[in-house]
């Protein structure tokens, strides 16, 4: 069977982190196979201008598990605000709230963070809250919902959070499992070139 999110991270050659742990273990599939999937994937590859715009805006897309229309309309947002444009886009992604979620420890990927407010276990300023695609503000406070904190994905979170260090726009009470947006995101390190992302919906 294909592990679809692995072949997409070797189609974009980079490691966006969707697997969760596996992609922090040598199980890492950049560490076994770091090269292009298929019969072809260890030829050198040459790829136009547009081409490589096109693949950056793709990581940013499968990394955040966007659709394109999701992604078009938050460059819409950001280029229409004052300020640097790549700038806004990235702080517009990272102020979804499955990313928030995700940034804060209390779930090992965005995809997990998406299914856990889908499903009702995240709470937002103490009520469930269930829309991924919401946009956190300063002062807003995300939490693990007291009656989901006995199922499995969150019995040991506390403990595997001992470690975790968040980002320094959020901080995380790691006994309670509550979090809180402290300010908006700033200098968070993504793994594309968001000038290229830009560039592309730019033209």
């Given at each position: 069977?294909?592990?679809?999110?692995?072949?997409?991270?070797?189609?974009?050659?980079?490691?966006?982190?969707?697997?969760a742990h596996?992609?922090?273990?040598?199980?890492?599939?950049?560490?076994?196979?770091?090269?292009?999937p298929g019969?072809?994937?260890?030829?050198?590859?040459?790829v136009?201008?547009?081409?490589?715009?096109?693949n950056?805006?793709q990581?940013?897309?499968?990394?955040?598990?966007?659709?394109?229309?999701?992604?078009?309309?938050?460059?819409?947002?950001?280029?229409?605000n004052?300020?640097?444009?790549?700038?806004?886009?990235?702080?517009?992604?990272?102020?979804?709230?499955?990313?928030?979620?995700f940034?804060?420890?209390?779930?090992p990927?965005?995809a997990?963070?998406?299914?856990?407010?889908?499903?009702?276990?995240?709470?937002?300023?103490?009520?469930?809250?269930?829309i991924?695609?919401?946009?956190?503000?300063?002062?807003?406070?995300?939490?693990v919902?007291?009656?989901?904190?006995?199922?499995?994905?969150?019995k040991?979170l506390?403990e595997?959070l001992?470690?975790?260090?968040?980002?320094?726009?959020?901080?995380?009470?790691?006994?309670?499992?509550?979090?809180?947006?402290?300010?908006?995101?700033?200098?968070?390190?993504?793994?594309?070139d968001?000038?290229?992302?830009?560039?592309?919906?730019?033209?």
């Open positions: 069977m294909f592990n679809t999110k692995e072949k997409k991270e070797r189609s974009l050659g980079a490691n966006l982190f969707l697997k596996r992609c922090n273990s040598p199980k890492c599939v950049h560490t076994r196979k770091g090269y292009r019969q072809h994937g260890q030829a050198r590859h040459s136009s201008d547009y081409g490589q715009l096109l950056e805006k990581k940013v897309r499968v990394s955040y598990g966007l659709r394109e229309s999701s992604l078009a309309r938050l460059f819409r947002t950001a280029s229409k004052p300020g640097n444009t790549a700038n806004l886009f990235v702080q517009l992604l990272e102020r979804r709230i499955d990313n928030a979620v940034r804060m420890g209390l779930a990927s965005r997990v963070a998406r299914q856990f407010i889908s499903h009702g276990h995240i709470m937002l300023n103490g009520r469930k809250h269930t991924p695609s919401y946009e956190v503000h300063v002062g807003d406070k995300l939490s919902r007291p009656q989901s904190r006995n199922d499995a994905a969150f040991e506390s595997s001992k470690k975790y260090e968040t980002p320094a726009w959020l901080r995380l009470d790691r006994e309670k499992l509550e979090g809180e947006v402290v300010s908006l995101p700033k200098d968070q390190e993504v793994p594309f968001v000038n290229l992302v830009i560039d592309y919906y730019s033209k």
